[in-house]
């Protein structure tokens, strides 16, 4: 079954361009959504029986494939966002060639994404990697204006200095260790652990998904991509692709592969905290809304990997509810950002103003998307947040544990700046026949609104059955 993840959209990639035209227009936005409701489905089956199923598959098409907690989570997210993109895709892109173009892009993400948290051999990551980051410079650039151009562009250049790293670091790990497997790579750099080629190959692969994760200082690409590309291609960015092939990946190789050393504690740490710190600075400078958002999906990631890097069973589980959470949460603040754009075809903040009388639904909506941002109860994001901090305070890393604090207040300032700015006050002139977006947009929204509410209240059920079963892992 677990093959399925990745065979299926593929499949349906060639299906649908071979079959007619016309016949496939009106029905590729909602097989694309089945195939994503399917993989949300799939997700919650008893754990044994995707695991029979995948020993027979696996072996017939030659994929190392395993699941876990962390997969299980990211197999989630993915699903989610992809079927929130989808839907507003149909709302967002009107002509039916794009919209067919869009579908397929979509589809080779999804499959670049499941193979990439599925396998479990270092060159078949760096494949799906590439083919997920292939599928993102196009999307990126769908519809050829300036913007989107130079987004996609600094996410070519920005990637493929990352792949340089990391392919250097995977010919090293193979040559170490004679084979592919993460189990035979980790046995070899465990007996070579001090050996300089070893460590600079690991500075090496850390530095490339570093890149693409967006982490500070490495983070140049981030901003111009999220606001130049389409704003259904910015949902799926924000909210799943980076965390798959950046944030993911590196949790995944630093876990299976590398090992929590002291060195690679100090270093998830320090980036994590630069990443939380000077991204919150960043973001109450921008006035430019989706930029805004960008900057804060810095932040934001900077607190997974802060987590994750106090090396403790909870801090995984702090980084693995807090992943999820901002899958809900960004995608729902770039849905609204969609809506928004939409109404009044503006993405700059100081125009703005008194919409939240015209769009009702949008700026509730926005309001639960930056409160469960900022941690603040009962939103979800409250509860991930908690998480990271008595993680941290456990570890024996107070500081940590207060800057991570501070710059929640960071945050709420940020996001209180947007509601200012968007929703509250008279309504502008010009602004007087605004109204909510249409169908397309307003079922995401009301579904990740309300994810997020519900998540945030029966957080304590979520956590000790679905998010902390960690002892599989830890």
């Known amino acids: 079954m677990l093959s399925l993840f990745i065979i299926l959209p593929l499949a349906i990639t060639v299906i649908v361009n071979i079959l007619p035209k016309k016949m496939v227009y009106p029905l590729i936005g909602a097989v694309v959504g089945m195939v994503a409701l399917v993989q949300m489905a799939a997700v919650f089956l008893p754990v044994s029986q995707p695991l029979e199923i995948m020993r027979s598959l696996g072996?017939?098409?030659?994929?190392?494939?395993?699941?876990?907690?962390?997969?299980l989570v990211m197999l989630l997210s993915i699903g989610v966002v992809v079927a929130v993109t989808v839907l507003a895709g149909t709302q967002l892109i009107k002509d039916k060639e794009q919209y067919f173009q869009f579908a397929n892009l979509v589809l080779l993400t999804l499959t670049g994404m499941n193979g990439v948290v599925l396998v479990r051999d270092i060159f078949s990551l760096y494949v799906f990697l590439e083919i997920t980051g292939v599928a993102s410079f196009i999307l990126i650039a769908l519809q050829k204006d300036s913007d989107g151009l130079e987004g996609a562009f600094k996410y070519i250049l920005f990637s493929a200095v990352a792949t340089i790293f990391m392919l250097s670091a995977i010919g090293i790990f193979i040559m170490s260790a004679g084979g592919t497997s993460f189990g035979a790579?980790?046995?070899?750099?465990?007996a070579s652990s001090g050996n300089i080629m070893v460590?600079?190959?690991?500075?090496?692969?850390?530095?490339?998904?570093?890149?693409?994760?967006?982490?500070?200082?490495?983070?140049?690409?981030?901003p111009d991509a999220y606001e130049g590309a389409p704003a259904p291609v910015s949902v799926m960015l924000a909210g799943v692709v980076?965390?798959?092939?950046?944030?993911?990946?590196?949790?995944?190789?630093?876990?299976?592969?590398?090992?929590?050393?002291?060195?690679?504690?100090?270093?998830?740490?320090?980036?994590?905290v630069i990443s939380i710190v000077l991204g919150a600075l960043a973001a109450l400078g921008q006035t430019n809304l989706k930029r805004l958002l960008?900057?804060?999906?810095?932040?934001?990631?900077g607190y997974?990997?802060?987590?994750?890097?106090?090396?403790?069973?909870?801090?995984?589980?702090?980084a693995l509810f807090h992943m999820f959470n901002h899958a809900l949460f960004k995608s729902l603040l770039f849905v609204n950002s969609a809506s928004i754009e939409k109404a009044t075809g503006l993405k700059d903040m100081e125009r703005m103003g008194g919409l939240g009388s015209k769009m009702p639904l949008t700026g509730l909506s926005a309001g639960i998307g930056a409160l469960s941002t900022a941690g603040i109860?009962?939103?979800?994001?409250?509860?991930?947040k908690l998480v990271i901090v008595v993680a941290l305070w456990q570890a024996g890393l107070p500081v940590y544990a207060v800057i991570a604090v501070l710059a929640s207040v960071l945050t709420l300032a940020y996001m209180l700046m947007f509601q200012r700015k968007v929703f509250w006050g008279k309504t502008l002139e010009g602004f007087q026949q605004v109204r909510e977006a249409g169908f397309g947009l307003m079922v995401p929204t009301i579904v990740l609104a309300l994810a997020i509410v519900g998540l945030g209240i029966g957080f304590p059920l979520l956590f000790n059955t679905f998010m902390l079963p960690v002892d599989r892992l830890w």
């Open 59 to 71: 072996e017939l098409v030659r994929w190392d494939l395993a699941v876990d907690s962390l997969t």
């Open 185 to 190: 790579i980790q046995a070899a750099l465990q």
């Open 377 to 384: 109860p009962p939103f979800s994001g409250f509860w991930s």
């Open 242 to 272: 980076t965390k798959a092939v950046g944030v993911y990946t590196l949790l995944r190789v630093v876990y299976s592969v590398i090992g929590f050393t002291p060195q690679v504690k100090m270093i998830l740490m320090g980036f994590g």
């Open 199 to 222: 460590l600079l190959a690991i500075a090496a692969f850390m530095t490339g998904l570093f890149m693409k994760s967006g982490l500070m200082p490495f983070h140049g690409w981030v």
């Open 304 to 318: 997974i990997v802060l987590s994750f890097g106090c090396g403790t069973a909870l801090g995984f589980a702090g």
């Open 294 to 301: 960008a900057y804060s999906s810095i932040s934001q990631v």
